[in-house]
């Protein structure tokens, strides 16, 4: 998803700057709600797990594609097997084509065990904007980028059911204690002692937890049992309406995750906590962001991961059982 996500900085800035250039984006349909209002950029909404799951899929989603418009360039902006099918077909029918350079060698020099390489590489943003203007289309990169959202009063159903006025008169926090790897994950037994630090400093306080799936839910059911004043946002809203709230949040405390990213477009200050992953790979958020990390000069094992979705070296997660609830308050108190 953030990958997804971070493509919004490139296409907003070609609606803006290049409008006689349409562009057909490909991507799965929950996905589609990042680039709404963007007038000549045009989702195709792919069904990746049936219409389009295998190889006759594919073919079947590139002659939908051929039907549509007469492309002048295909622009492979992920790399992976679908994509190298498809820009295959394309390619057959003499439809030129470029493919986004996801740096693969610098990034393992970065992670690896021994003698890494520690210097920051090119942020994901940065590679989709040169393999566009590989592909002719030159855009400058906006400094901040922001998701366009629904109107904060269709959230109204929400607000009620849980007794909740807006406009808010306090502080308003999101959590999103998950990510796709258990190493980008701080534990989340963690979060009961940073809940009772946070209402002791701002007992009005409005907090609202992101993410997850069903067993994700039953773990933030836990955290409400305990802290009836927070409120579960993930499973009773569509993503369309999670941004619309995330938009009015005065701090998202996330993992290095889609919902990161997300909330960094939404225009909100994340705080967000890193294990295995680190900045340096290209993945920080595109806004204001806030670090929580144990330094590279104290665990020089970091990062180990560029997606964090390796085993640890060390077997004990040190990058973040390391990390205290005191340290994570601290800096979150300074946010707030």
């Known amino acids: ?10 296409l907003k800035a070609i609606a803006e700057q290049q409008p006689t250039i349409e562009i057909t984006l490909v991507t799965r349909k929950k996905f589609a709600v990042f680039f709404e209002g963007l007038k000549n950029i045009y989702v195709f909404e ?4 049936g219409k389009h799951k295998d190889f006759a899929g594919l073919a079947s989603l590139y002659q939908d594609l051929k039907n549509m418009a007469a492309y002048d360039c295909i622009v492979d902006v992920h790399q992976n097997l679908r994509s190298l099918v498809l820009k295959g077909l394309f390619m057959f029918s003499g439809v030129k084509n470029v493919t986004i350079d996801k740096g693969r060698a610098e990034k393992k020099a970065l992670t690896r065990k021994k003698n890494k390489v520690l210097k920051p590489l090119k942020h994901t943003v940065e590679r989709y904007q040169e393999t566009l203007a590989e592909a002719g289309i030159v855009v400058n990169l906006p400094p901040e980028v922001l998701i366009q959202t629904q109107e904060i009063n269709l959230l109204n159903p929400f607000f009620a059911e849980n007794n909740l006025i807006f406009p808010k008169s306090g502080k308003w926090l999101g959590i999103a204690p998950f990510a796709q790897h258990s190493q ?3 534990a989340f037994e963690n979060f009961n002692l940073l809940l009772k630090q946070i209402y002791q400093a701002f007992p009005a306080i409005q907090v609202f937890l992101f993410g997850g799936g069903n067993a994700e839910i039953r ?3 836990s ?22 709230l995330m938009k009015n949040l005065d ?3 996330c993992m290095d995750s889609g ?13 967000s906590i890193w294990g295995a992953t680190h900045q340096f790979a290209g993945f920080s958020p595109y806004g204001k962001n806030t670090v929580i990390e144990i330094p590279v000069e104290e665990l020089t094992c970091r990062p180990c991961s560029v997606f964090g979705n390796k085993p640890c070296w060390r077997g004990d ?15 979150l108190k300074i946010l707030l």
């Open 1 to 10: 998803m953030g990958d997804v996500a971070l493509l919004l900085p490139v």
């Open 46 to 49: 792919a069904d990746f797990e």
């Open 184 to 186: 980008k994950m701080w």
């Open 219 to 221: 773990q933030l059911e």
């Open 223 to 244: 955290l409400q049992a305990a802290f009836p004043q927070v409120y579960i946002v993930a499973g009773k809203l569509n993503l369309s309406q999670e941004l619309s």
């Open 251 to 253: 701090l998202m405390l």
């Open 259 to 271: 919902n990161m990213h997300l909330a960094s477009l939404c225009g909100v200050q994340t705080l």
């Open 317 to 331: 997660l040190a990058c973040l059982t390391q990390i205290s609830s005191e340290m994570v308050f601290e800096k």
